[in-house]
């Protein structure tokens, strides 16, 4: 059933990966957005996705409270899905992740709005990971200030402007030798597009108030599995090689500070140590994409569909590998 057409879902980090394919469902289903990010001019990319009018940026920092009021004004649904890989000057974990989504929730509070809060399968108050404490923080937060909010928690996800896939297709371009961390760490890759789907059917309303979803792909696969599947998609024999914990965690002392797809933090190390998959007892209370009758797509089906960049002839066909 279409939404009424004058239903305003505000979006916070609806310009980044995820948050364009948030955009994309709601305004399919006719809901009016507002997008709330720290640079509305770099939000121009999401207005062909909708009618004239239909989607509107707004300036919001989360760390500054009246904006996100203002960007909460006659907003009847809030969605949550700020969040930081790395950590940069005053945009810490604790200050996005967690303070920030509970200013969120205490926004949507106060005006009666519900709210759809993305948050990952790791987080966990009592992880070596400071990423996953603040998800986990950020979680608590949420559901203190509005009990009936639908918390999401996707597991790694995949996509064509990921930061995932992306980053290792780009690295077997650059060298012959992959490096592995976390080589027989086990996770289920999500394809983003499933994970949007599922935050647009909790904005209608079709989730259990106050329950967590778990959101996973339909394989299991260890980090060695993921990685060799990338391999195979984009047409590159490459050594793989194993890289202990302990030698992981003193590069990553260095690579924190290097760019782009060579960047590795210590906390990055501490988040492979732990499995990433959907738990049993989700499975068992339906709180799966499964349960809200989303199918979700693999790796292998969707892969394809844009790393074809990264082989050695493009998008062309070729039977040997590089």
Known sequence: ???PI????????GSGFLGRHVVRALVK???????AVRRPELAGHLQPLGRVGQIHAVQTNLRYPASITAAMRD??????????????????FDAVQAQGAGAIAQAASAVGARMV????????ANSESRYARAKAAGEQAVLEAVPSATVMRPSVVFGPEDLFTNRFAGLARMSPVVPLFGADTRMQPVY???VAT?????VDGKTQAGATYELGGPEVLTM??????????????????PVPFGIAKLQAMALQFAPGALKLTPDQVALLRVDNVVSEAAKAAGLTLEGLGIAPDSLEAIGPQYLWRFRATGQFAHNGAH
């Open 29 to 35: 289903r006719d809901y009016r957005v507002r997008v």
């Open 75 to 92: 907003a009847s649904i809030a969605v949550n899905l700020v969040g930081i890989l790395t950590e940069s000057g005053a945009q810490s």
């Open 224 to 241: 060695r599995e993921i990685i060799e599947i990338i391999l195979a998609t984009i047409q590159r024999k490459r050594v793989l090689l």
């Open 1 to 3: 059933m279409a939404a």
């Open 198 to 202: 599922a935050v647009a059917n909790a």
């Open 6 to 13: 004058d239903t305003l879902v505000t979006v916070f980090g």
């Open 192 to 194: 983003v597009g499933d």
């Open 117 to 124: 809060h993305v948050s990952a399968i790791g987080a966990d």
